[in-house]
């Protein structure tokens, strides 16, 4: 004797199916696959901030922020110079992405929980902080030396109103005098008004790469902040694709490149990954 399927089990089996269709389309509509089929990634980014990103004297952008996109590229299409760079001032960098302007947006993004909001934030490619920037013969070595000093230091910052707070975080008795650019800063510094100055960390370091032996900076920094880059908020594969290209380039295959970038831009040798069990499930 046969039965017939009881209602309840018909509806379950209508909702499974559309819920499989629905997935389907999904993966279908995922921007991975618009990306594939259009043969080149669109990357929002800048031009100004050397070393993320910035004109090369052949006028091509070059920095951290342009490599790492590239090694996103790399992923996708196994050519790591099929990448379309939109210059965007910083202040576009998410309504860019929500307009589909670009595909992503790799321009030295501080990830925050309210930005989190708006975009999705891939894994983080780089970890910043505020560091000193001392020249090479003086005497102060490291922060203690710096700290013990007391008022007896200078230093040099980019004029805004959290400046005094954020050297004295660092130095608390420090003397600031503030500068309405970063050149003025360096000069500073380099004229001997200013004992050292405060500044990213990223830019001191490639400072250091670019001016070998003129600079050095204590084996300390603070306030940190970390970078990441950002797609589109609502599509899981295509941020599960780029977080996957992340991370193997700085953890996997792909090291060699990421290593490399990371050397040229920041003048650091990064240890090779861990072999065996996973770190990040430790």
Request: with cysteine; proline share 5%.
């Amino acid at each position: 004797m046969h039965h017939r399927p009881t209602l309840f089990k018909a509806c379950v089996f209508v909702l499974a199916a559309s819920a499989a269709a629905m997935g389907v389309a999904q993966a279908a509509d995922s921007k991975l696959d618009s990306v594939l089929a259009r043969g080149k990634l669109i990357v929002g980014t800048g031009s100004t901030n050397a070393p993320w990103h910035f004109q090369g004297a052949d006028g091509k952008l070059q920095g951290f922020d342009i490599d790492i996109a590239r090694m996103v590229a790399q992923g996708l299409f196994n050519d790591p110079s099929k990448v379309e760079f939109v210059v965007q001032s910083s202040d576009a960098r998410i309504p860019n992405l929500l307009t589909d302007k670009v595909d992503m947006s790799c321009q030295f993004i501080t990830v925050t929980a309210s930005r989190a909001q708006q975009v999705a934030f891939t894994l983080p490619y780089y970890r910043e902080g505020v560091a000193l920037l001392l020249p090479a013969n003086s005497k102060y070595k490291e922060i203690d030396d710096l700290k013990a000093a007391n008022d007896s230091v200078t230093v040099a910052v980019l004029q805004n109103v959290y400046a005094e707070e954020l050297v004295h975080q660092a130095l608390p008795k420090a003397k600031v005098d503030q500068y309405d650019s970063v050149d003025l800063m360096y000069q500073a510094v380099n004229s001997g008004r200013a004992d050292a100055a405060a500044t990213d960390q990223s830019s001191v370091k490639y400072l250091m790469v670019q001016n070998q032996g003129r600079y050095r900076s204590p084996a300390y920094a603070w306030s940190p902040q970390t970078y990441a880059c950002a797609v589109k908020r609502g599509d899981q594969d295509w941020l599960n694709f780029v977080n996957t290209a992340l991370h193997e380039a700085m953890s996997g295959v792909e090291f060699p490149t990421y290593a490399a970038s990371f050397k040229q831009w920041f003048g650091v040798d990064l240890p090779t990954p861990a072999i065996g069990f996973p770190v990040e499930f430790k």
